[in-house]
């Protein structure tokens, strides 16, 4: 038990990764592997015509998954504010930058959007499995 009296689950980083991937591959069986998890974001769109960025209706964990299905490569936010996951495709063509503790990328279908990381190592770690 933790101090406040809850009842905490005691898991390792690899029980956590696991359990992660079994609730992911129920999402998308295609799933075979979490390269990277970030524990919280929040995602934003880019309107060109007003240029200005809005919050979406997206925030809660980030994970980069390996597939063994086309795309091999995809990113998941599993939305903690609706029941509507944000699935991304890492393509060859994937645009990103950079500004900690944004990730800004333009997605397939030419939207703009930035990903907010509370954790900006986590937005450090993430940009750099998307640069390989």
């Not at 591959?25 to 995602?43: C, G, K, M, S, Y």
């Not at 995809?74 to 944004?102: A, C, H, K, W």
Request: proline share 3%.
């Amino acid at each position: 038990m933790s101090q406040s009296g809850k009842l905490m689950p005691n898991l390792d980083q690899n029980s956590t990764k696991q359990l992660n991937l079994t609730v992911l591959q129920r999402v998308d069986p295609n799933i075979e592997e979490i390269l990277i998890t970030a524990a919280h974001v929040t995602l934003y769109e880019f309107n060109i015509e007003s240029n200005q960025w809005s919050r979406k209706d997206v925030e809660g964990s980030l994970f980069v998954v390996k597939r063994n299905a086309q795309p091999r490569f995809q990113f998941i936010v599993m939305n903690r504010r609706s029941t509507e996951n944000l699935v991304e495709n890492l393509l060859g063509d994937f645009e990103y930058e950079i500004q900690v503790p944004y990730l800004l990328y333009r997605n397939a279908s030419q939207e703009v959007n930035g990903i907010w990381f509370y954790n900006s190592r986590e937005c450090e770690e993430v940009a750099n499995l998307f640069s390989r």
